[in-house]
Antibody, heavy 119, light 111 residues
Framework: EVQLLQSGAEVKRPGTTVKISCKVS????????INWVQQAPGKGLEWLGL????????IYAERFQDRVTIIADTSIDTAYMELSSLRSEDTAVYYC????????????WGHGTLVTVSS | QSVLTQPPSASGTPGQRVTISCSGS????????VYWYQQFPGTAPKLLIY???QRPSGVPDRFSGSKSGTSASLAISGLRSDDEADYYC????????????FGGGTMLTVL
């Protein structure tokens, strides 16, 4: 069974950086792209980017390109999403989600990590 | 402003058939697959339809997807009270450097 376990909620000050983890199990780590999706309170879904664990290649959404970094530690089947220069509008639940290599279908989702940005 | 356009709300009565539209452009829906997700309050989204009209195992055949040109639709037949949820469409967008884009979401109410 594919499982995605995300790190716990975070409270951050504006201007700082948050790093969220997503530990996956139940499949071969290189078989799926790891995606990150943002959902602000009461709002819709917004894609931040993806990483191909096979070669570490990344694609980032235009809106977040300057502030987001997605990496993976293949030795422990864990992906990370780092968002810098946080502002209040970044207060949201962040989901990791898996898409089979070569597809953009988000087949499996983590439970989400709430990030609150507040001074 | 989302790249893909969905109606903010939809409604129907039990047993009815409802459709949710998703409008895009040649850069996204017009040239790439469409995906649909279902989300209940406080939970993660769930894949409902992939590759325009394919259902993952476990998704009832009451849910169906279709696409024509730069628009797509999700149809739900035999509407049930537990279908009340938010529904999102998504597609890869080839403009700029390429990215996955979502619709703004449609809140479905079962009356």
């Amino acid at each position: 069974e594919v499982q995605l376990l995300q790190s716990g909620a975070e409270v951050k000050r504006p201007g700082t950086t948050v790093k969220i983890s997503c530990k996956v199990s139940g499949y071969s780590f290189s078989d799926y792209y790891i995606n990150w999706v943002q959902q602000a309170p009461g709002k819709g879904l917004e894609w931040l980017g993806l990483l191909d664990p096979e070669d570490g290649a990344t694609i980032y959404a235009e809106r977040f390109q300057d502030r987001v970094t997605i990496i993976a530690d293949t030795s422990i089947d864990t992906a990370y999403m780092e968002l810098s220069s946080l502002r209040s509008e970044d207060t949201a639940v962040y989901y990791c989600a898996l898409a089979r290599s070569g597809s953009y279908s988000l087949d499996y989702w983590g439970h989400g990590t709430l990030v609150t940005v507040s001074s | 402003q989302s790249v893909l356009t969905q109606p903010p709300s939809a409604s129907g009565t039990p047993g009815q058939r409802v459709t949710i539209s998703c409008s895009g452009s040649r850069f996204n829906i017009g040239g790439n697959y469409v995906y649909w997700y279902q989300q209940f309050p406080g939970t993660a989204p769930k894949l409902l339809i992939y590759w325009d009209n394919q259902r993952p195992s476990g998704v009832p055949d009451r849910f169906s997807g279709s696409k024509s040109g730069t628009s797509a639709s999700l149809a739900i037949s035999g509407l049930r009270s537990d279908d009340e949820a938010d529904y999102y469409c998504a597609a890869w967008d080839d403009s700029l450097s390429g990215q996955l884009v979502f619709g703004g979401g449609t809140m479905l109410t079962v009356l």
